[in-house]
């Protein structure tokens, strides 16, 4: 990723709370040689799971079994799981140049984290069991509906009707090597310009717009 410093991230707090925050995934990976020798990508929710004993953390989900991806993978090359976060078009009517010289142009602010490392294959029932539940967990304890309050658990379907949902899926793991992030919110610009596009970004009536405004707040300097 291109990545300028005044935009680079490199706090692992940071970009562990923008990876749970992130609620789809974009998992890249290579194709073998023999195989279609490719790129590979599939839209999914990954999991952040902390190490054990000091080990490096991890991204856990699940594929389709007829999704090809997991079988046609290179283990030589890292796969890459994409995580996009808050982003908005940035205009540059918003700047003060615009008036002064006109030397201005459109830009887009955004947020991501490319997580890299050795991807790992599940097709243990047990295994992915464990994943199912965690992911479900996860997103049931998320959930802010009227129903929320009685969140399902993979427990509430029938034993037999899960193990046979099982046997139709595999689970990833991605053990995570490095982690790169970018958090481009003008700092690049005069603190006057970044005021004003945060505050005309906040009063959006775009939700997205106004999650970047957020964004800009919590720490675009």
Same mark, same amino acid.
């Given at each position: 990723?291109?990545?300028?410093?005044?935009?680079? &991230?490199?706090?692992?707090?940071?970009?562990?709370?923008?990876?749970?925050?992130?609620?789809?995934?974009?998992?890249?990976?290579?194709?073998?040689?023999?195989?279609?020798?490719?790129?590979?990508?599939?839209?999914?929710?990954?999991?952040?799971?902390?190490?054990?004993?000091?080990?490096?953390?991890?991204?856990?989900?699940?594929?389709?079994?007829?999704?090809?991806?997991?079988?046609?993978?290179?283990?030589?090359?890292?796969?890459?799981?994409?995580?996009?976060?808050? &982003?908005?078009?940035?205009?540059?009517?918003?700047? $003060?140049?615009?008036?002064?010289?006109?030397?201005?142009?459109?830009?887009?602010?955004?947020?991501?984290?490319?997580?890299?490392?050795?991807? &790992?294959?599940?097709?243990?029932?047990?295994?992915?069991?464990?994943?199912?539940?965690?992911?479900?967990?996860?997103?049931?304890?998320?959930?802010?509906?009227?129903?929320?309050?009685?969140?399902?658990?993979?427990?509430?379907?029938?034993?037999?009707?899960?193990?046979?949902?099982?046997?139709?899926?595999?689970?990833?793991?991605?053990?995570?090597?490095?982690?790169? $992030?970018?958090?481009?919110?003008?700092?690049?610009?005069?603190?006057?310009?970044?005021?004003?596009?945060?505050?005309?970004?906040?009063?959006?009536?775009?939700?997205?717009?106004?999650?970047?405004?957020?964004?800009?707040?919590?720490?675009?300097?």
């Amino acid at each position: 990723m291109y990545n300028p410093p005044h935009f680079r &991230e490199d706090d692992p707090a940071i970009l562990h709370a923008l990876i749970r925050e992130a609620r789809l995934a974009t998992l890249v990976t290579m194709g073998l040689p023999t195989g279609t020798g490719g790129l590979f990508a599939t839209h999914l929710p990954l999991l952040l799971k902390d190490g054990a004993d000091g080990a490096p953390p991890t991204l856990v989900g699940h594929l389709a079994k007829a999704n090809p991806q997991w079988r046609d993978f290179d283990p030589a090359v890292p796969a890459l799981a994409i995580f996009q976060g808050p &982003e908005a078009y940035v205009t540059p009517a918003w700047y $003060g140049a615009k008036a002064e010289t006109g030397k201005v142009v459109p830009t887009w602010n955004y947020v991501a984290v490319h997580a890299y490392g050795r991807l &790992e294959v599940v097709t243990d029932a047990a295994g992915l069991h464990a994943i199912v539940s965690t992911l479900t967990d996860r997103h049931e304890g998320a959930r802010t509906d009227p129903g929320a309050a009685d969140p399902w658990a993979v427990t509430d379907a029938p034993e037999d009707y899960v193990q046979s949902q099982l046997k139709g899926i595999v689970g990833v793991v991605l053990h995570i090597d490095r982690l790169e $992030g970018k958090r481009k919110l003008s700092q690049n610009r005069p603190a006057a310009d970044r005021a004003t596009v945060q505050a005309a970004l906040a009063t959006s009536p775009d939700p997205r717009d106004r999650a970047l405004a957020a964004a800009m707040g919590e720490g675009g300097e």
